[in-house]
């Protein structure tokens, strides 16, 4: 639980940072953050599936670079179905996803399932 939490914190600092740096996505209130978050994760792991898969054709043919529409797609679906979330057009989404998934990738190196920080230490013999 603690790890879901941990990972939650970090998407909301991920959302946070593209508004900050993005003017083309605007978020009104921090209430309006907790539930965008949960509402990417939601969109992310019900909606992003099934258009992947009715999507493989288009995908293949560009060599996986049309994953990349797909992902904007998602961001924006989660800024129409929210009212305090604004994104302004098709290219603050795929910034605004690309902010989000960098810093949720970068995060997650240092978090393990469990919501702890993990070091590894590799001794030589």
Partial sequence: M???LLRLLITSGGLWLAD?????I??????TLAIATLLL??????VRP???FFTLPLTILTLGLF???????MFGLVAVLLD???VAGFFSALLGWLIVSVTSTVASWYVGPKGRYQVMVVQRR
């Fill in 20 to 24: 900050f740096l993005l003017s083309g």
């Fill in 50 to 52: 099934l258009v992947v």
């Fill in 84 to 86: 305090g979330m604004h």
């Fill in 2 to 4: 603690t790890g879901f």
């Fill in 41 to 46: 994760g939601i969109v992310n792991a019900l």
């Fill in 67 to 73: 994953l990349m529409v797909v992902n904007a797609a």
């Fill in 26 to 31: 605007r978020i009104d209130s921090l209430g």
